[in-house]
């Protein structure tokens, strides 16, 4: 099962680097209200996921499904325009194999964004997270089977999965650009259905702030392979039981798009910071 995991990373892998020259320092998956972030970089080339053989595709209405190379304030950046999901059907390795993919084409720091269900009562929808850390005990972890010795190792440590130079670069990025954040533990579970109120409780119980279906793993399987990962939510509703309102995609897409904005300036102040610490 590893070499079939492994064979398939590195045969996506290929085809990406015969199509494509670029070469990304930063990698960014864009989730709910960043799709259309293309506008914020100097695009140099694209690629659909549909033309990589065997690469798993996006079938979630605002996941256009491609990588997107280019630059943002000078870095290099490779960003996914939609990612997958565990509940689509795919296998875990299948979820996180965009993840590796960009990794092993010299990406050695993932910004990962998503939209979330807030699960602290001192959020609001439209607030924006940064991830501290998270739980993820109601996925499958993307390390289970024999361990992938080439990206890294059998038990690796997750004490620091969200790395601290990182939340200090966007705690800085958001002090730059005025616009507020707060910060918290998000909890993957595995949808597509929204939680239950009884389950957001547990996720409270649990030291969760924030709920969504993705994320997490991706965190997990960057980590495993050296990369350093750090994470932002935009809280779009408050979780099941927190209010009177039903929850429905419709409003996650609204206030996704409503502080979009803010989301874009946030990202692209952070990215702007990790090129000049490192070329500083």
Same mark, same amino acid.
């Given at each position: 099962?590893?070499?079939? +995991?492994?064979?398939?990373?590195?045969?996506?892998?290929?085809? *990406? @680097?015969?199509?494509?020259?670029? @070469?990304?320092?930063?990698?960014?998956?864009?989730?709910?209200?960043?799709?259309?972030? $293309?506008? !914020?970089?100097?695009?140099?080339?694209?690629?659909?996921?549909? !033309?990589?053989?065997?690469?798993?595709?996006?079938?979630? &209405?605002?996941?256009?499904?491609?990588?997107?190379?280019?630059?943002? @304030?000078?870095?290099?950046?490779?960003?996914?325009?939609?990612?997958?999901?565990?509940?689509?059907?795919?296998?875990?390795?299948?979820?996180?194999?965009?993840?590796?993919?960009?990794?092993?084409?010299?990406?050695?720091?993932?910004?990962?964004?998503?939209?979330?269900?807030?699960?602290?009562?001192?959020?609001?929808?439209?607030?924006? #997270?940064? +991830?501290?850390?998270?739980?993820?005990?109601? *996925?499958?972890?993307?390390? +289970?089977?024999?361990?992938?010795? %080439?990206?890294?190792?059998?038990?690796?440590?997750?004490?620091?999965?969200?790395?601290? !130079?990182?939340? =200090? +670069?966007?705690? %800085?990025? $958001?002090?730059? *650009?005025?616009?507020?954040?707060?910060?918290?533990?998000?909890?993957?579970?595995?949808?597509?259905?929204? =939680?239950?109120?009884?389950?957001?409780?547990?996720?409270?119980?649990?030291?969760?702030? &924030?709920?969504? #279906?993705?994320?997490?793993?991706?965190?997990?399987?960057?980590?495993? #392979?050296?990369?350093? *990962?750090?994470?932002?939510?935009?809280?779009?509703?408050? &979780?099941?039981? #927190?209010?009177?309102?039903?929850?429905?995609?419709? !409003?996650?897409? =609204?206030?996704?798009?409503?502080?979009? &904005?803010?989301? @874009?300036?946030?990202?692209?102040?952070?990215?702007?910071?990790?090129?000049?610490?490192?070329?500083?």
């Amino acid at each position: 099962m590893g070499n079939r +995991i492994y064979e398939k990373l590195i045969t996506c892998t290929n085809a *990406v @680097k015969s199509r494509i020259t670029f @070469k990304p320092e930063v990698a960014l998956i864009l989730g709910s209200g960043l799709g259309d972030y $293309a506008q !914020e970089m100097d695009v140099v080339e694209t690629l659909e996921y549909s !033309e990589i053989e065997g690469f798993p595709v996006s079938t979630v &209405a605002g996941h256009q499904g491609r990588f997107l190379f280019g630059y943002v @304030k000078d870095v290099p950046v490779v960003a996914m325009q939609g990612r997958v999901h565990y509940y689509e059907g795919y296998e875990m390795s299948d979820v996180v194999l965009p993840t590796r993919l960009m990794g092993l084409l010299g990406a050695k720091t993932i910004i990962l964004t998503n939209a979330a269900g807030g699960v602290n009562y001192n959020f609001r929808p439209g607030d924006l #997270m940064m +991830i501290t850390d998270h739980i993820t005990t109601t *996925v499958p972890s993307p390390l +289970i089977g024999p361990n992938l010795e %080439e990206l890294g190792p059998r038990f690796p440590d997750m004490s620091e999965v969200y790395n601290k !130079e990182l939340r =200090e +670069i966007i705690r %800085e990025a $958001a002090k730059n *650009v005025k616009v507020s954040i707060q910060q918290g533990v998000y909890m993957q579970l595995t949808g597509p259905n929204y =939680e239950t109120p009884a389950e957001i409780r547990m996720c409270r119980t649990m030291g969760g702030d &924030a709920a969504g #279906m993705s994320t997490a793993c991706e965190a997990m399987a960057a980590n495993h #392979m050296g990369m350093d *990962v750090c994470g932002i939510s935009c809280i779009t509703n408050m &979780a099941a039981g #927190m209010s009177a309102q039903p929850l429905d995609h419709k !409003e996650v897409q =609204e206030t996704a798009d409503r502080v979009a &904005a803010d989301f @874009k300036k946030l990202v692209t102040e952070t990215i702007r910071l990790i090129g000049e610490k490192k070329n500083g």
